[in-house]
């Protein structure tokens, strides 16, 4: 009796390996579908062939029976590229396995390097769209798909114009800008997006200031998940390959300061830079009073409005009521420079202090999303303003 229970459980195991080496296989060859959106334009980089690009196609070409897809985000969202990557109709050996798919990766790749864009705006919604229609028909059953999206992110076609200010919105005005237009594209069945090169720009296009990138990339991931793409994560910044430059320019976005900001809504003054800790500005004076300027202007041609300036902090720390006093007086150094520099009466100033309390203006800074500077900022509103009297109830002021 030992000895046949013996090897009734060796029988067991050996079938119990066998199944979970099947398994495993088949998990590995389980086909995947990749779309790759690509604003192929000259005030975007050229991507690196490496990182996350690479393990992207390098797993969708390994995996007989996937697909890969290139979209091309201009206006004319035309699709450069789709192929399925099939297997073999007869048995080939391993090695010969190995060079067809390394063929693959390399036609994929080439295919890629040759996108090139034909028209003069970036529509990066509608592209997105597109190619979510194409993952939705290439995919079957619990097959896996992955979007990636190479480009600055500033596009440029209505709904989503960047050039109508978009980069001085908070994320859920943008989404709600966005699903007013009913051009939300259905996301839900995608397993993941990769977003490359957000914010990351060439010439003619000028630079984002640091603040600028961090809402840009906000507003994009806001857009995916509101979009019902829960993992939705950004790639290290692209590297730029100077053998190869796009030839076809694209509008460029005016990244300064708003000119004429519109205070019944939230303004953000996140590149106004603190010291560790301080209340000190990092901040050089005269790039101070530049940033403050609009602002302050705005007081000036409307002598009986009062705003409210509100700061606050990342989250780590405690909220207590030290930490928001804190975010005040950061505030309240703000204030200073608008009274001593614009002369500005300071009835016209409210401050409060939010530390980093919960409100619908407020940044996702979860671990790991890189949006924890963003939140380290002084906020500007009206101060008869809906969102102005809940700072005030959820906040501390003088």
Same mark, same amino acid.
């Given at each position: 009796?030992?000895?046949?229970? &013996?090897?009734?459980?060796?029988?067991?195991?050996?079938?119990?390996?066998?199944?979970?080496?099947?398994?495993?296989?088949?998990?590995?060859?389980?086909?995947?579908? #990749?779309?790759?959106? +690509?604003?192929?334009?000259?005030?975007?980089?050229?991507?690196?062939?490496?990182? @996350?690009?690479?393990?992207?196609?390098?797993?969708?070409? *390994?995996?007989?029976?996937?697909?890969?897809?290139?979209?091309?985000?201009?206006?004319?969202?035309?699709?450069?590229?789709? +192929?399925?990557?099939?297997?073999?109709?007869?048995?080939?050996?391993?090695?010969?396995?190995?060079?067809?798919?390394?063929?693959?990766?390399?036609?994929?790749?080439?295919?890629?390097? %040759?996108?090139?864009?034909?028209?003069?705006?970036?529509?990066?919604?509608?592209?997105?769209?597109?190619?979510?229609?194409? #993952?939705?028909?290439?995919?079957?059953?619990?097959?896996?798909?992955?979007?990636?999206?190479?480009?600055?992110?500033?596009?440029?076609?209505?709904?989503?114009?960047?050039?109508?200010?978009?980069?001085?919105? &908070?994320?859920?005005?943008?989404?709600?800008?966005?699903?007013?237009?009913?051009?939300?594209?259905?996301?839900?069945?995608?397993?993941?997006?990769?977003?490359?090169?957000?914010?990351?720009?060439?010439?003619?296009?000028?630079?984002?200031?640091?603040? @600028?990138?961090?809402?840009?990339?906000?507003?994009?991931?806001?857009?995916?998940?509101?979009?019902?793409?829960?993992?939705?994560?950004?790639?290290?910044?692209?590297?730029? *390959?100077?053998?190869?430059?796009?030839?076809?320019?694209?509008?460029?976005?005016?990244?300064?300061?708003?000119?004429?900001?519109?205070?019944?809504?939230?303004?953000?003054?996140?590149?106004? %830079?603190?010291?560790?800790?301080?209340?000190?500005?990092?901040?050089?004076?005269?790039?101070?009073?530049?940033?403050?300027?609009? +602002?302050?202007?705005?007081?000036?041609?409307?002598?009986?409005?009062?705003?409210?300036?509100?700061?606050?902090?990342?989250?780590?720390?405690?909220?207590?009521?030290?930490?928001?006093?804190?975010?005040?007086?950061?505030?309240?150094?703000?204030?200073?420079?608008?009274?001593?520099?614009?002369?500005? *009466?300071?009835?016209?100033?409210?401050?409060?202090?939010?530390?980093?309390?919960?409100?619908?203006?407020?940044?996702?800074? %979860?671990?790991?999303?890189?949006?924890?500077?963003?939140?380290?900022?002084?906020?500007?509103?009206?101060?008869?303003?809906?969102?102005?009297?809940?700072?005030?109830?959820?906040?501390?002021?003088?």
């Amino acid at each position: 009796m030992k000895k046949t229970f &013996t090897l009734r459980n060796l029988g067991l195991a050996i079938l119990l390996i066998a199944v979970l080496a099947c398994l495993t296989g088949c998990q590995n060859d389980t086909p995947r579908h #990749l779309a790759i959106v +690509y604003a192929a334009t000259e005030n975007n980089p050229v991507p690196a062939a490496g990182g @996350q690009l690479y393990e992207a196609i390098s797993e969708t070409t *390994n995996n007989f029976g996937s697909t890969m897809s290139i979209f091309v985000a201009d206006s004319s969202n035309f699709r450069s590229f789709h +192929y399925e990557f099939d297997k073999p109709s007869m048995n080939v050996s391993d090695s010969r396995e190995a060079v067809i798919k390394k063929n693959y990766t390399s036609m994929a790749f080439k295919a890629l390097s %040759e996108a090139e864009a034909q028209a003069d705006e970036v529509d990066l919604l509608g592209t997105v769209s597109q190619a979510a229609r194409q #993952l939705r028909s290439d995919k079957k059953e619990t097959e896996k798909t992955e979007m990636i999206v190479i480009a600055s992110g500033l596009s440029t076609v209505s709904p989503l114009d960047f050039t109508k200010g978009y980069l001085f919105c &908070t994320p859920d005005e943008v989404v709600e800008r966005v699903r007013s237009k009913n051009a939300l594209p259905d996301l839900s069945f995608l397993d993941s997006v990769v977003l490359l090169g957000v914010g990351d720009v060439t010439a003619p296009q000028e630079k984002l200031s640091a603040h @600028q990138v961090k809402n840009l990339k906000a507003i994009w991931k806001a857009i995916f998940e509101a979009a019902g793409c829960s993992h939705v994560t950004f790639a290290p910044d692209l590297t730029e *390959n100077s053998q190869k430059q796009h030839t076809y320019s694209v509008k460029t976005v005016d990244v300064g300061i708003d000119p004429d900001p519109d205070l019944t809504k939230v303004n953000y003054i996140g590149s106004l %830079e603190f010291k560790a800790f301080k209340t000190e500005f990092v901040t050089e004076p005269e790039e101070i009073k530049t940033i403050l300027h609009p +602002y302050a202007e705005y007081l000036k041609r409307h002598e009986t409005k009062r705003v409210l300036l509100a700061g606050m902090t990342d989250h780590y720390g405690n909220n207590d009521t030290g930490n928001m006093m804190f975010s005040m007086k950061r505030a309240a150094a703000v204030r200073q420079v608008l009274v001593d520099e614009f002369n500005i *009466n300071p009835d016209q100033i409210v401050i409060c202090g939010l530390g980093y309390t919960d409100h619908p203006w407020r940044f996702r800074d %979860e671990d790991g999303n890189e949006l924890h500077s963003a939140n380290r900022a002084t906020i500007i509103v009206d101060a008869d303003s809906e969102p102005a009297r809940l700072f005030l109830r959820i906040g501390v002021h003088e």
